[in-house]
T-cell receptor
Framework: ETGVTQTPRHLVMGMTNKKSLKCEQH?????MYWYKQSAKKPLELMFV???????ENNSVPSRFSPECPNSSHLFLHLHTLQPEDSALYLC????????????????FGQGTRLTVV | LAKTTQPISMDSYEGQEVNITCSHN???????ITWYQQFPSQGPRFIIQ???TKVTNEVASLFIPADRKSSTLSLPRVSLSDTAVYYC????????????FGAGTRLFVKA
C-alpha cells in the first residue's frame, strides 16, 4: 500500500465509449502525475499537475483529458480511444517546492489496466 | 533530458549480491539519482536515492563515484521475490518532462 489509490483496477472499453480513471492520495503531496506503460515499453509521462496547475504536454492526443480538482484527486477522462491506447495507466504523487534541489521520491498507485476493444 | 543507460537484463541466484550499474553522463549539478523497483502490473516503488558517495538503507546500497556520471545499485543476498524491473532515474521527478524513465533492467533471480 503506497497511499496512492487508483480505480478501477481493470477497465475494458469500446472505441466509442467515454470513461474516467480516478486517482486519490492523502499523503499531503502537491504534485500528481499520469503515466502510460505499454507492453514492454518504458514508462511515458503523460501529464503533470504541480500545485494544482497543469504542465502541458502536447504529445498526448486530445482523446486523453486530465482533471485535477484539488491536490488529492486526479482524473483521466478517456473518449474515442484506439486499440493502441491499451496499456497500464499509472498515477503518481510527490512533493514539490521543498526549497532545495532534490530528486523527490514519487509514490505510484497500482495502476489501471485498460483494454480498448 | 537526463538520459540514463542500464543493462537490459541480468540473471542471478538466490543469496547472491547483485550490482546494477546505470550511466548518466549528462547529469546536472543539482540532480539526484533515484532507483525504483517495479513488479508486473504494479506501479514502480522507490528503493533508494542519493547525490554522491554511498547511501545505504534497509533494502539496498547506492554507490556514486566522484564524477557522478554513473551509479550502482547493490542488492545484498537477493531472493526470488527480488525478480523485477529496476529503473535508474536522474533528476527531480517533479521536473516532469525533463526527467524520464529509461527501459530499466530486468532482474531474474533463480533458485
Amino acid at each position: 500500500e503506497t497511499g496512492v489509490t487508483q480505480t478501477p483496477r481493470h477497465l475494458v472499453m469500446g472505441m466509442t465509449n467515454k470513461k474516467s480513471l480516478k486517482c486519490e492520495q492523502h499523503l499531503g503531496h502537491n504534485a500528481m502525475y499520469w503515466y502510460k506503460q505499454s507492453a514492454k515499453k518504458p514508462l511515458e509521462l503523460m501529464f503533470v499537475y504541480s500545485l494544482e496547475e497543469r504542465v502541458e504536454n502536447n504529445s498526448v492526443p486530445s482523446r486523453f483529458s486530465p482533471e485535477c480538482p484539488n491536490s488529492s484527486h486526479l482524473f483521466l477522462h478517456l473518449h474515442t480511444l484506439q486499440p493502441e491506447d491499451s496499456a497500464l495507466y499509472l498515477c503518481a504523487s510527490s512533493l514539490k517546492g521543498q526549497g532545495r534541489a532534490r530528486g523527490t521520491e514519487a509514490f505510484f498507485g497500482q495502476g489501471t489496466r485498460l483494454t480498448v476493444v | 533530458l537526463a538520459k540514463t543507460t542500464q543493462p537490459i537484463s541480468m540473471d542471478s541466484y538466490e543469496g547472491q549480491e547483485v550490482n546494477i550499474t546505470c550511466s548518466h553522463n549528462n547529469i546536472a549539478t543539482n540532480d539526484y539519482i533515484t532507483w525504483y523497483q517495479q513488479f508486473p502490473s504494479q506501479g514502480p516503488r522507490f528503493i533508494i536515492q542519493g547525490y554522491k558517495t554511498k547511501v545505504t538503507n534497509e533494502v539496498a546500497s547506492l554507490f556514486i563515484p566522484a564524477d557522478r556520471k554513473s551509479s550502482t545499485l547493490s542488492l545484498p543476498r537477493v531472493s526470488l521475490s527480488d525478480t523485477a524491473v529496476y529503473y535508474c532515474l536522474v533528476g527531480d521527478i517533479t521536473g516532469g518532462f525533463k526527467t524520464i524513465f529509461g527501459a530499466g533492467t530486468r532482474l531474474f533471480v533463480k533458485a
